[in-house]
């Protein structure tokens, strides 16, 4: 089983940043897909971004150009830069990884989600 631990939410006033990250609770072989979603009430889960196996990023379209995916893949945490944050950028945020253990067993693990406000 691997846990993931989010930290970085909070209140923040449009056009301020955040980071969020995201830390395997263990050791892991290997990450094959990670990434961050979000969550409005009564709207379903949606894709912020995500990176590809060859580091290659991918943007929900109303986060382009403002925020960046990243990880260290050596301390197997992802981190999430959120620029020029809007109003509708406010939702529960959730880290996602799949991969291998060091066990060599496939794992698929979600954060317990962080609550991002903007509003000022």
């Known amino acids: 089983q691997v846990r993931l631990e989010e930290s970085g939410g909070g209140l923040v006033q449009p056009g301020g940043s955040l980071r969020l990250s995201c830390a395997a609770s263990r050791s892991i072989l290997s990450i094959e897909r990670m990434g961050w979603y979000r969550e409005l009430p009564g709207k379903p889960r949606e894709l912020v971004a995500t990176?590809?196996?060859?580091?290659?990023?991918d943007y929900g379209d109303s986060v382009k150009g403002r925020f960046i995916i990243s990880r260290d893949g050596a301390n197997h945490r992802i981190f999430l830069q959120m620029n020029n944050l809007r109003p509708e950028d406010s939702a529960v945020y959730y880290c996602?990884?799949?991969?291998?253990?060091?066990?060599?067993?496939?794992?698929?693990?979600w954060g317990q989600g962080l609550q991002v406000t903007v509003s000022s």
């Open positions: 990176m590809a196996r060859d580091h290659t990023p």
């Open positions: 996602h990884l799949a991969g291998l253990t060091n066990e060599f067993r496939g794992f698929d693990s």
